[in-house]
């Protein structure tokens, strides 16, 4: 009986650990966290978010779920992160509404295009990095 109760926790420790691997292998938690877009754009030529305007990220680890605001319209759509830090948004939809200020709906269309085509997950201190092929995404706590 006692050994029987050591390797069911000894399972449930390793099952544990495994499971925190993705995150810490990406530098940190990234889930449940309400993320707030800083910069965007193509490396070496990133833009801060303009406009009195939040754009934001969550990802929620129950459902692998992620939804935020594009500053315009909500968003939301599923992901799957791998244990190399290889992020695959899908699913992505949005809201319609348009934003008042064509600049302001010019950005919230950048990120758009950034945020699906998304590759690469890395959590550096207080700030989320996603990287893909059209584009950085910089996040803040």
Known sequence: MMRMSFVLLSLITVSLIVSGCAANNCGGDFENIAWKLKEYGTPGSLQL??????????????????????????????????????????????????????????QEQNYFNILPNAESLLVEGEELHISGSLGVLVYTR
């Open 49 to 106: 978010v303009q406009g009195n305007t939040d754009i934001t990220l969550q990802f929620e680890s129950k459902e692998k779920q992620v939804n935020g605001s594009g500053g315009c319209n909500s968003y939301f759509g599923s992901y799957n992160l791998d244990s190399n830090c290889r992020l695959k948004i899908t699913g992505l939809g949005a809201t319609e509404r348009a934003c008042l200020d064509p600049a302001l709906m010019q």
